[in-house]
C-alpha cells in the first residue's frame, strides 16, 4: 500500500470508509489515518476535534477512535485480512498514534465478519422514542458476549437501577446546563457541522429531551415509560481502556443493528465525572464508560461524514 497525494487503492478506501462510520461523540469523528506502504494503517488521534471543556482527559475521543478502529479491524477481516492491532504502540514519542494494524496476512473471511461488515452502515444513533417492546434475552446475551469478547463488559440495569441512573441523568444535565463553557463548546461544535439533532440532544438543539420526558407527553413525542438501559465498563480507566471500550461498543452495536435494536447514550453523568475530573471508586464491575438505551424505533438517517480524503494524514 502506498500514498501519494492521498491517493489511495480501492482496497484500503473500503477500510477507511467502514472505519469513519463509527459513532463518536457529538459526531465529531476525532479520527486520522496514515497508510503505510508495509500493509500497516495507524490510526491518529485528531485533536482539531476534541472537545476539551467535556472531554479534558481525552476520554470520549478514545472511546470514538477505538469504535473506528473496530471498523477498520471488522472490515479488513470481511476482505480476506487478518488485522493485528497493536494499541498505543510508543505513548511517549508518538503520543497521538492510538494504534498500529497490521494487515500482512491473509484468512478466508468468516461469516460473522461480512455480516458485521454488512452492518456497519445499517448502525444509527437514534434518540427517537422507542416502543415499549422488550428486548429477547437471547439478544441481550448476544450483545453481552459481544463486548466480552472485546475485553469490556455490558451491564443491563433492571428496573430500579434503571430508574435511579435516570434520575442521576437528570441532575448531571442541570448541572451541565449551567456550565456556560460546556454549553458554549457543545453548541459551537453542532451549529457548523450540518449533523441532524436528533444525534446531539436538548443542551445544544432543544430537542425533545429523552432524560426528562421518559413516558411523559412532549410535543408529538412519547418516549417510552421504562427505557431499557445498560452500561458498558471496563476493567481499568486509562487510555488503553477507552480504546478497548470503543471497539465493544462497536461490536455491540453492530450486533443490535442485526437484531433491529436501536441505541442512544445518555452520557451527562459521564461527563460531568470527566470535567470534575473524578475518578470513580473501585467497582468490581469496573469503571462505567457509556451508558446506552436500548429498544426499537423507526429508522432515522445517517449523521454526515468526513470524506475519506480529509481523514488522511500525510506519511511522515
Not at 477507511?16 to 494503517?41: C, E, M, Y
Not at 413525542?221 to 486509562?238: H, I, K, N
Request: charged share 25%.
Amino acid at each position: 500500500m502506498t500514498t501519494a497525494h492521498h491517493t489511495i487503492d480501492l482496497a484500503v478506501k473500503r477500510l477507511l470508509v467502514a472505519a469513519g462510520q463509527a459513532p463518536s461523540v457529538h459526531n465529531t469523528q476525532p479520527w486520522r489515518f496514515k497508510v503505510g506502504g508495509d500493509d500497516v494503517i495507524e490510526l491518529l488521534a485528531d485533536w482539531n476535534r476534541w472537545l476539551p471543556v467535556s472531554d479534558p482527559r481525552g476520554r470520549s475521543l478514545h472511546v470514538s477512535c477505538g469504535a473506528a478502529l473496530f471498523n477498520l479491524r471488522i472490515a479488513a477481516r470481511a476482505a480476506g485480512r487478518r488485522p493485528v492491532a497493536r494499541l498505543l504502540p510508543d505513548p511517549e514519542k508518538a503520543p497521538d498514534l492510538l494504534a498500529a494494524v497490521d494487515l500482512g496476512a491473509h484468512e478466508l473471511p468468516t461469516a460473522e465478519a461480512r455480516e458485521l461488515y454488512e452492518l456497519i452502515p445499517v448502525r444509527r444513533t437514534n434518540r427517537r422514542p422507542y416502543d415499549e417492546r422488550l428486548i429477547p434475552a437471547h439478544v441481550l446475551h448476544e450483545m453481552r458476549t459481544a463486548a466480552a469478547l472485546e475485553h469490556a463488559r455490558l451491564i443491563l440495569l433492571d428496573r430500579r437501577s434503571a430508574a435511579d441512573l435516570l434520575d442521576y441523568a437528570a441532575i448531571a444535565q442541570d448541572e451541565l446546563a449551567r456550565d456556560t463553557a460546556y454549553v458554549a463548546e457543545l453548541a459551537a461544535w453542532t451549529s457548523g457541522h450540518g449533523v441532524p439533532s436528533y444525534v446531539h440532544g436538548p443542551l445544544a438543539t432543544g430537542v425533545v429531551d429523552p432524560v426528562r420526558d421518559f413516558g411523559r407527553r412532549s410535543g408529538s413525542a412519547r418516549f417510552e415509560p421504562r427505557p431499557q438501559l445498560a452500561v458498558l465498563t471496563t476493567a481499568g480507566d486509562e487510555p488503553m481502556d477507552w480504546l478497548r471500550a470503543g471497539q465493544a461498543l462497536e461490536r455491540v452495536l453492530l450486533v443490535a443493528a442485526k437484531h433491529e435494536v436501536s441505541a442512544s447514550f445518555l452520557n451527562q453523568p459521564l461527563d460531568l465525572r470527566d470535567m470534575r475530573r473524578r475518578s470513580d471508586p473501585h467497582h468490581r464491575r469496573g469503571h462505567p464508560q457509556m451508558i446506552m438505551r436500548l429498544g426499537y424505533a423507526p429508522t432515522v438517517s445517517r449523521a454526515p461524514r468526513r470524506p475519506v480524503a480529509e481523514l488522511l494524514a500525510e506519511r511522515t
